[in-house]
């Protein structure tokens, strides 16, 4: 079992930086691969960023790739999602999810744990 919670959201201009936090729970959590996913109001969940349990895999969506960086600490049981260059269409609410494999293509359903989620909002 994991339990997952997000921090770091907040409301920031075009252009600033943000970092958020995924803090877990739960003896295992080394053995997750963490992803971040984002909703946007009236929109679907979408995919943001995942690594796997070593941290040496990551893969990014197209539109956060040179922005967004997603790492970990496991020894802090700790997954980051720093995000710099933020634009208004960023704006959402951020989740972090775990599964055990590691998947580029893994949907939302796919992910057996999440976190409440925390807003970033970006004025422009």
């Known amino acids: 079992q994991v339990q997952l919670k997000e921090s770091g959201g907040g409301l920031v201009q075009a252009g600033d930086s943000l970092r958020l936090s995924c803090a877990a729970s739960?003896?295992?959590?080394?053995?997750?691969?963490i992803a971040w996913f984002r909703q946007a109001p009236g929109k679907e969940r979408e995919f943001v960023a995942v690594i796997n349990w070593t941290g040496s895999n990551t893969y990014y969506a197209d539109s956060v790739k040179g922005r967004f960086t997603i790492s970990r600490d496991n020894a802090k049981n700790t997954v980051y999602l720093q995000m710099n260059s933020l634009k208004p269409e960023d704006t959402a609410i951020y989740y972090c999810a775990a599964k055990r494999a590691y998947s580029q293509a893994a949907s939302s359903n796919d992910y057996d744990y999440w976190g409440q989620g925390t807003q970033v909002t970006v004025s422009s």
């Open positions: 739960g003896r295992t959590f080394s053995s997750y691969s």
